[in-house]
Structures are given as structure tokens and as C-alpha cells.
């Protein structure tokens, strides 16, 4: 748990058990945290984000869609993948285990 208000982030330790921390890059170095939640205002979200993909995701496959994603936001830009796609390739994906579970063809519809 991470905020720079000292006497809410002490309560909050006290009541959770949490660790805490002053500073989002210390709790981001901290090898022992397990999840990040940032509820921060929009406009200092992006930033927050962008330093947990760095600092968590170094050299991860994922890290570039990721970042990419997280500035789509932060800029209001549409993404090189909509939501739309991924749908879809869930949809196909779906398909495949179907087909594969029941080695038979299955229909797949428009692509």
C-alpha cells in the first residue's frame, strides 16, 4: 500500500497488515509485492502505470502491448488492437479447443 498522506497510509497498515510505502518506486522495487492497484486520479495514472510495466515487465513478452495500451489511455488514441479484435480472437480461439476436444471440424464463421 502506497500514499503520501502518513497518518491514513499508518491506519491503513494497522487495520490491513500491509506493508506500506511513501513512494510508488520503492513499493514497485519491493520484489515481495504481489499486486498493483493504482487508484490515483486520471491524470497521474499514466505515468504510475508506465513505471510498474518498467519495473515489473522488464524484458516480458507482453510489455510492449502493454505500454502501448497504457499511452492509448493516457492520450486517448485507439490502439493498434481494438477490443473488437481481441473479441474475435477469442471467439476462434474457442473454436479451436472445441475442435481439438472433440477431434472433429467445427465452423468457424466470418473472420
Not at 515481495?32 to 490515483?40: C, M, S, W, Y
Request: hydrophobic share 40%; proline share 5%; charged share 30%.
Amino acid at each position: 500500500m502506497c500514499d503520501n498522506l502518513p497518518a491514513w497510509t499508518r491506519a491503513k497498515s494497522r487495520q490491513t497488515g500491509a506493508k506500506t510505502y511513501m513512494d510508488y518506486e520503492k513499493l514497485l522495487a519491493d520484489p515481495n509485492v504481489e499486486a498493483i492497484d493504482i487508484t490515483l486520479p486520471h491524470y497521474l495514472h499514466a505515468r504510475v502505470a508506465l513505471a510498474a510495466i518498467e519495473a515489473r515487465w522488464k524484458g516480458k513478452s507482453m510489455r510492449r502491448e502493454v505500454q502501448h495500451f497504457v499511452r492509448c489511455i493516457a492520450q486517448d488514441t485507439q490502439p493498434w488492437v481494438t477490443g473488437e479484435d481481441g473479441r474475435e480472437d477469442v471467439r476462434v480461439a474457442v473454436k479451436c479447443y472445441e475442435s481439438a476436444k472433440t477431434g472433429r471440424p467445427v465452423e468457424i464463421g466470418a473472420i
